[in-house]
């Protein structure tokens, strides 16, 4: 079975501060791949990284950056200098075998909201 | 960029009717998912469907669920006679223009589905 945590409901941040969003994935799987969805107050899911279980390093993207330890099992993500427009609900996701099957596993979600 | 495209955007129904959600999912890809979203909670996995048939369950999609890919280019999902709980929003999504299930998703702007 497998498992996404992401322990923070919602976070509140005043603009221009850095924040980190934490998700913690538990499987029993030794090839995964790890996602981040952006769920914006309009409702879609909009993709922002895949990691595969294989993979380290950290990665920037402008002013998203995420970090996986795959011996904590977690997968953070942190946005610097936050916008208005960062504020969203963020999903973590898992992809490996669930009860007996392949399929993406999301956590419960951490609403940040960034108050101008 | 290509993109999963979903109608209706909202579907009203009456506890006991059927309903049909539609997808079109990115023409060269091989995966289709239903996940769902009930208000407020994350994001869970209802069905893969691969090769014209699904590969792939979890415990919410019951024999009132079906799923159909009828010409090639849609891949519906039926709601046979809908409850309360059914209200959600659904997302449609694809994967695998190289038939590689751990792909990215890409997910349409979903389908709000009230039941009354």
């Known amino acids: 079975a497998q498992k996404v945590t992401q322990a923070q409901t919602e976070i509140s941040v005043v603009e221009k501060e850095d924040v980190t969003l934490d998700c913690v994935y538990e499987?029993?799987?030794?090839?995964?791949?790890l996602f981040w969805y952006k769920q914006p107050p309009s409702g879609e899911l909009v993709f922002l990284i895949r990691?595969?279980?294989?993979?380290?390093q950290n990665e920037i993207s402008g002013r998203y950056s995420w970090n996986f330890q795959k011996s904590t099992s977690s997968f953070n993500f942190t946005i610097t200098a936050s916008q208005v427009v960062d504020s969203a609900v963020y999903f973590c996701?898992?992809?490996?075998?669930?009860?007996?099957?392949?399929?993406?596993?999301f956590g419960k979600g951490t609403k940040l909201s960034v108050i101008p | 960029e290509p993109e999963v495209t979903q109608t209706p955007s909202h579907q009203v129904t009456q506890m006991g009717q059927e309903v049909i959600l539609r997808c079109v999912p990115i023409s060269n890809h091989l995966y289709f998912y239903w996940y769902r979203q009930i208000l407020g909670q994350k994001v869970e996995f209802l069905v893969s469907?691969?090769?014209?048939?699904?590969?792939?369950k979890s415990e919410i999609f019951d024999d009132q669920f079906s799923v159909e890919r009828p010409d090639g280019s849609n891949f519906t999902l039926k709601i046979r006679s809908t409850k309360l709980e059914d209200s959600a929003m659904y997302f449609c999504?694809?994967?695998?223009?190289?038939?590689?299930?751990?792909?990215?998703?890409?997910f349409g702007s979903g389908t709000q589905l009230s039941v009354l």
């Open positions: 999504a694809s994967s695998g223009n190289r038939g590689s299930a751990n792909e990215k998703l890409f």
């Open positions: 996701a898992g992809f490996g075998r669930g009860a007996g099957s392949y399929q993406l596993t």
């Open positions: 990691r595969n279980s294989f993979d380290e």
């Open positions: 499987t029993r799987d030794t090839t995964y791949y």
């Open positions: 469907f691969y090769n014209n048939e699904i590969s792939e």
